[in-house]
């Protein structure tokens, strides 16, 4: 073996270690999904206890509980995946943002800003700040704690819906983070 890929070999070892430890040290709790199928079962995030918004230095935790207390917003949308009409009630995104710094009615710079929205399981999706904005777009974001009027249970207690999209790719099942960034 050549010494650059022995170098190489000790430094892969070296991350994947690390990556290890990293992990050990702060696991996220996993709950079972699915049939168990030859003895293997799929494993996800277990669902989110609050939801935390950064922008900035600034930053907010929510539960569903404190949530709840929020004057809501009701949309109804059509699920591409389940193929039905779903009324989701929640609330605005906007709302959430406004007293960490965010523009009601963004211009300007502005209109840089951009959301990024998490799940549980670690899927992301971006929104600018615009499309979030009533008052810039036609469609409405939420963070929805009910469906049909009953708590969200199964993708978890807390889901982003955004209206006047063709399929929910950027709906966020199990949200767990929103973090505010400026496009350079």
């Known amino acids: 073996m050549k010494p650059s890929q022995a170098y190489t070999a000790i430094l892969l070892g070296m991350l994947s270690l690390g990556a290890f430890v990293a992990q050990a040290q702060n696991p996220k709790p996993l709950m079972p999904m699915g049939p168990q199928t030859s003895g293997v079962t799929a494993q996800v995030p277990a669902?989110?206890?609050?939801?935390?918004?950064?922008?900035g230095d600034k930053s907010a935790t929510w539960t569903v509980a404190s949530l709840a207390g929020l004057p809501h917003v009701?949309?109804?949308?059509?699920?591409?995946?389940?193929?039905?009409?779903?009324?989701y009630s929640g609330v605005p995104l906007i709302a959430l943002l406004t007293p960490l710094g965010m523009n009601e009615k963004p211009s300007g710079k502005d209109l840089r800003l951009y959301v990024v929205a998490e799940g549980s399981d670690l899927y992301e999706v971006v929104y600018s700040s615009g499309e979030i904005t009533p008052q810039v777009n036609h469609a409405t974001v939420i963070v929805a704690d009910t469906e049909n009027g009953k708590p969200l249970t199964g993708d978890g207690p807390l889901?982003?819906?955004?209206?006047?999209?063709?399929?929910?790719?950027?709906?966020?099942?199990?949200?767990?983070?929103?973090?505010?960034?400026?496009?350079?």
């Open 159 to 184: 889901k982003m819906i955004a209206t006047n999209e063709k399929r929910p790719a950027r709906w966020v099942r199990s949200l767990v983070a929103i973090k505010v960034f400026a496009a350079q």
């Open 74 to 87: 009701t949309v109804t949308v059509y699920d591409e995946h389940t193929k039905a009409n779903e009324t």
């Open 47 to 55: 669902p989110p206890e609050e939801l935390k918004i950064t922008f």
